[in-house]
């Protein structure tokens, strides 16, 4: 059975950082690639990074290109998603996804953690 289980999120005034985590267990982690998703109210579900197995590719939506980074470590079983210069704009519910690549799609995933809630204020 497949666990994605995100570390808390937070509040963090804008232009702050933060740190998401999310670590896997119930299949061989490095054989799968890893993404974040955040829904914010009322919107849907946006794609924001993606990483393959190995951690050499990496996709970003174009609105946190170049503030946020996604990076794992397979010994570990853990996907990270470091946040910097937060917009108030940035404020949702943050989902880890596992997939067999490294989708921007999250029909393409098929395992997902529960979410956990970054509020940025301005």
């Known amino acids: 059975q497949v666990q994605l289980v995100e570390s808390a999120g937070g509040l963090v005034q804008a232009g702050g950082s933060l740190r998401l985590s999310c670590a896997a267990s119930?299949?061989?982690?490095?054989?799968?690639?890893m993404g974040w998703f955040r829904q914010a109210p009322g919107k849907e579900r946006d794609f924001v990074a993606a990483?393959?197995?190995?951690?050499?590719?990496?996709h970003y939506a174009d609105s946190v290109k170049g503030r946020f980074t996604i990076s794992r470590d397979n010994a570990k079983n853990t996907v990270y998603l470091q946040m910097n210069s937060l917009k108030p704009e940035d404020t949702a519910v943050y989902y880890c996804?596992?997939?067999?690549?490294?989708?921007?799609?999250?029909?393409?995933?098929?395992?997902w953690g529960q979410g956990t809630q970054v509020t940025v204020s301005s």
């Open positions: 996804a596992q997939s067999r690549r490294a989708g921007q799609y999250d029909y393409e995933y098929d395992a």
């Open positions: 990483i393959n197995w190995s951690g050499d590719t990496t």
């Open positions: 119930g299949r061989t982690f490095r054989n799968y690639a």
